[in-house]
């Protein structure tokens, strides 16, 4: 793929952007730390690299245990970089329209998005029901999402790569001429940012730049739900101990065994362990509740074949 890389010593790069903003040279940095977790932020156009950083200004930098890549696809080879198939770890990716169509048919149904309109083979979360025809079975409409916050965690934090549109937030407080007068509050948005960070699972975000028209009042929005994704991904591990992990079994007729679920006692997150396969699937409290009541839910029946 071929990208060009920015740092503070790249002449090229607009420094008057850098000088007072701590957050601003953590990222243009290029620390050589392999004990950090790199995050690699893309641009799929050079006019998205320098709104997002005039935006950053006077944002903190509370992202030590991280270092960072900042780079823009050359237009001669965007396509063959978004046909590669091939995504390094970490990516944050901020492009059009066309990338992201181009990106969801790589990942398929392993892509999770956060949009106004569900589409029918991709899990949405925070679709609105008058926009939408055709409803995958584990998404998640806008008043779902607000009766139960926690099913879109759990959700997120199992994607393998999450496609984050404006369309999803309101226009009030998004500014995009995608957006309309329904949708996620920013409050939600950044939640949601922030859950998406925290999922061990995915190594792909995409963040869709595109308007129909010249608008800067988006990029406040953009670089401020990064920040908070950022924030989660600097807590990613902190389950990875098994201290202060309980376990539970709960019996159901459907299974010959019980099925074992995890709590974490530090981010009162859930897991089960799937009965096809014996892997940790991240679930809700609720998916936990509804087992031991009786009923059954969604996010197991999709992991799991019903033993007779």
């Known amino acids: ?41 893309v641009f799929g156009q050079e006019s998205y ?22 780079g823009v696809v050359n237009k001669v080879s965007k396509i063959e970089f978004m046909e590669a198939n091939i995504i390094e770890s970490s990516v944050i990716y901020i492009g ?41 079975p584990l998404s998640i409409s806008l008043s779902e999402l607000r009766k139960d916050f926690s099913l879109a965690e759990s959700s997120l934090r199992a994607a393998k790569a999450i496609f984050f549109n404006k369309s999803s937030v309101r226009v009030q407080e998004s500014n995009s001429s995608y957006s309309r007068i329904t949708g996620l509050d920013i409050y939600e948005c950044c939640q949601l940012l922030r859950y998406c960070g925290l999922s061990t699972e995915h190594d792909f975000l995409f963040i ?26 600097t807590f990613k591990t902190i389950d990875d101990s098994t201290d202060n992990i309980n376990t539970y079994l709960v019996e159901s007729p459907l299974f010959k065994d019980a099925i074992t679920f995890y709590k974490s006692e530090k981010t009162n997150r859930w897991w089960f362990l799937s009965p096809e ?6 679930c809700s409290e609720n998916d936990y509740l509804n087992l031991s009541k009786g009923d059954f839910p969604d996010i197991l029946l999709s992991h799991s074949v019903i033993q007779s």
Not at 49 to 70: E, V
Request: a negative charge; hydrophobic letters at 30%.
């Open 1 to 41: 793929m071929n990208i060009t890389w920015y740092d503070k010593n790249n002449d090229s790069f607009a420094l008057e952007t850098t000088s007072n903003c701590q957050l601003t040279n953590k990222m243009l940095s290029n620390e050589n730390d392999e004990t950090k977790e790199c995050i690699n932020i």
């Open 49 to 70: 690299l320098n709104s997002f950083f005039n935006c950053l200004k006077g944002m903190q930098n509370n992202f030590d245990g991280l270092n960072f890549r900042i």
């Open 96 to 136: 059009g329209n066309e990338e992201e169509e181009k990106y969801l048919s790589v990942f398929n149904e392993s892509a999770n998005l956060i949009a106004n309109r569900c589409q029918g083979k991709y899990k949405t979360i925070g679709f609105q029901r008058h926009l939408t025809n055709e409803i995958h």
């Open 208 to 233: 869709n730049g595109e308007e129909k028209q010249n608008n800067n009042d988006i990029w406040d929005m953009i670089t401020t739900v990064v920040w908070y994704y950022l924030e989660g991904r």
């Open 277 to 282: 396969n014996g892997k940790k699937v991240p």
